[in-house]
């Protein structure tokens, strides 16, 4: 570029400066040619170094034959000149030419160099004009002048693009680099990620380096990974404490059974006690097994809300009414504070899990002889139901989990009273389901509220 863009000011700059040469040769060709044969040598010396300080060069007259008649300078009378320039005009028949050389390179013969010589500069730029009579080339007027300003003008702008240039190139080269790798490391470090991710290693962590859009990136990359380790660590946590749920059961089935089998003149009562309990087992198990398909469905976001139109109150009255033999051979109390029908547009059955749960849960949890109190009324447009017990409470650190699958404060004692420690997890996912909320507010020692708030939905 830098050469093209030189070249071509180079082109302007001779074809301006020739531009000027030309007007001033062609005036002089056209008043020397009547002169050329007629005057004396005096004559045309004194004409052609009139020219020569008017045009600012060196100015020669030849005749047709190439030979020099003038020479402003007074020395090569009488010569031949091996110009290009010249043969243009007196062989090729133009009427003009023009060109640059450059003499300390190109200076061969003796008269280039006598020319150099005279115009001791290294470029000098040859204009001819035919002298015409009588519509003959009778000769030509040769002005040679120097342009090393000019060329010299033309170098340094040469060199100085050149070398603005070459310091373009190496800062577009060194901060192509630069800004290359700012961007393709953190890529590279998030492909690598990807790779590692693939192979099922989801603790990886990419550096949150970068700007913009890639350091957006890189921090969405490293929150899905932790979000996808965390749902890892839970599915395994799921899967091998559903499996220790399970297998109790079945350990305690075996033995009974082993003894049946092993102890046929068992006595009969005893016999079938352990039946009983071989039942009771079962249907822990089928409890388990449809608490966890509860939940296998909820996590795949499989369950459907089969809506109606209900009474909220009617449901926490018909949990209440399932729920007083319990009560009653617990020897508790369970107050009933429902101010509202709290109609609404929702799943029953699901609901009536909830409070099941809940209600169950708070007699479970409060010693005999405990009071419960189960209140619910409207607020604006949400129904809240709070199950208050004066129970033995549950501490700051194991509120935190309740809602967790499997969790149990107490994994010995409510295995005691049959619990597994998914009813409030199921619970919160069937609320959050409705677009309700759930939580746990307790002190230990003096019991528990659990509060259940779900928007009043017409339908
Ligand atoms: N009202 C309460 N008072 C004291 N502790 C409670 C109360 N409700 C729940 N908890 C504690 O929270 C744990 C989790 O309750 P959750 O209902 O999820 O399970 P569970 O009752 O043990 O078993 P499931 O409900 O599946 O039969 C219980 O095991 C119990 O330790
Ligand atoms: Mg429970």
Partial sequence: MAAMLTDMLGNYMYKQRIGQDRIGLEKWAVQTAPYLYSADSEELFERVKLASNELSGRVLLLDSDGKIQADAYG??????LDLPEIASVLVSGNTASYGVHEM????????EKSIYKYLPESWVSVSTACLVEAADVIGVIVLISSVNDMMQ???????????????????????????SSVITNPLKDLMRGIQRMGKGDFSVRVPEKGSGELFHMAQAFNSMTERIETLDNSRNQFVSDASHELKTPLATMKIMIESLIYQPDMEEELR????????????????????????????AHTIKLS????????VVKEVAHRLEPLISQREQELELNIQDSCDMYADRSKLEQVVYNLMENAVKYTHTGGKIK?????DGREAKLTVKDDGAGISEENLKHIFERFYRVDRARSRETGGTGLGLSISKQMVTLHSGKIYAESEEGKGSTFTVILPLTTG
């Fill in 153 to 179: 003008s033309l170098y340094l702008l040469q060199s100085n693009m050149l070398m603005l240039f070459v310091i373009a190139a190496l800062v577009a080269m060194i901060s192509g680099t630069v800004l």
């Fill in 374 to 378: 189960v209140s619910l009324y409207r």
């Fill in 75 to 80: 020395e090569l009378e009488g010569m031949r």
């Fill in 307 to 314: 809506r109606n139109r209900m009474s909220f109150a009617s």
């Fill in 104 to 111: 300390s390179q190109h200076a061969s013969t003796i008269l």
């Fill in 272 to 299: 079938t006690e352990f039946l009983s309990d071989v039942n009771a087992e079962i249907d822990r198990l089928s409890a388990i097994v449809s608490d966890l398909l509860t939940l296998v469905h909820a996590d």
